[in-house]
């Protein structure tokens, strides 16, 4: 049984408060991605991930998300190493709990050059993946995974999960690397927090 209404709003409310005290870097100017440029502001969600109250409610949340968005959990899940491996580790695990057998693997950022030389770290099953990322329109990060999967032969569902969608607006839910016929799955966005883009 998935966790009621009232309990994810709770884990919700918690999880905001969270990200928004500890996980948002404010106020400091860091050097951009583009030569040249700066940042103000920036998610630095692994001060949650490796917290085992944050990743427990982030799982929580995940099923009871899933259940109402996609109604199923005939998927496997994986994303690109580093961020999403504490996710991919707590959420097969917490999964139990509600009796959701879900299989897991993660996508290496660079293929190994020696051994098996391979993409992928665990055993993926027959089922489509769902991707999952701590947040998407950041970084290429989910259509380099999705672009690994499909090298792989390895089906995709059209869905994919994050913990925040770095978009201006509410009913956004695309991600600015991928096609827009892949729909993200998240739990807040920049409006949550307060944020939106210069």
Same mark, same amino acid.
């Given at each position: 049984m998935m966790i009621s209404e009232k309990i994810y709003d709770e884990l919700h409310m918690w999880t905001k408060k969270y990200i928004n005290e500890k996980c948002i870097i404010r106020n400091t100017v860091m050097p951009g991605k583009i030569p040249g440029t700066t940042y103000t502001w920036m998610f630095y969600l692994r001060r949650g991930l490796f917290n085992h109250e %944050? /990743? @427990?409610?982030?799982?929580?949340? %995940? %099923?009871? +998300?899933?259940?109402?968005?996609?109604g199923h959990f005939n998927f496997q899940i994986a994303g690109l190493e580093t961020a $999403?491996?504490?996710? /991919? $580790?707590?959420? #097969?695990?917490?999964g139990r709990m509600f009796e959701k057998n879900l299989n897991s %693997? @993660?996508?290496? +950022?660079?293929?190994? =050059?020696?051994? !098996? +030389?391979?993409?992928? =770290?665990?055993? #993926?099953?027959?089922?489509?993946? !769902? /991707?999952?990322?701590?947040?998407?329109? &950041? $970084?290429? &990060?989910l259509y380099?995974?999705?672009?690994? /999967? =499909?090298?792989? +032969?390895i089906p995709i569902l059209n869905k994919a999960f994050v913990i925040v969608n770095k978009t201006n607006h509410k009913d956004n839910n695309t991600d600015k690397y991928i096609n827009s016929d892949m729909e993200m799955i998240s739990l807040f966005n920049l409006t949550d927090f307060g944020l939106k883009y210069d």
């Amino acid at each position: 049984m998935m966790i009621s209404e009232k309990i994810y709003d709770e884990l919700h409310m918690w999880t905001k408060k969270y990200i928004n005290e500890k996980c948002i870097i404010r106020n400091t100017v860091m050097p951009g991605k583009i030569p040249g440029t700066t940042y103000t502001w920036m998610f630095y969600l692994r001060r949650g991930l490796f917290n085992h109250e %944050f /990743l @427990s409610a982030v799982a929580q949340m %995940f %099923f009871y +998300k899933i259940e109402k968005e996609i109604g199923h959990f005939n998927f496997q899940i994986a994303g690109l190493e580093t961020a $999403s491996t504490p996710m /991919l $580790s707590a959420f #097969p695990i917490i999964g139990r709990m509600f009796e959701k057998n879900l299989n897991s %693997f @993660s996508i290496r +950022k660079e293929r190994k =050059e020696y051994g !098996l +030389k391979n993409w992928v =770290e665990g055993i #993926p099953n027959n089922f489509p993946v !769902l /991707l999952i990322d701590d947040l998407c329109n &950041s $970084s290429n &990060s989910l259509y380099r995974a999705k672009n690994i /999967l =499909e090298d792989q +032969k390895i089906p995709i569902l059209n869905k994919a999960f994050v913990i925040v969608n770095k978009t201006n607006h509410k009913d956004n839910n695309t991600d600015k690397y991928i096609n827009s016929d892949m729909e993200m799955i998240s739990l807040f966005n920049l409006t949550d927090f307060g944020l939106k883009y210069d």
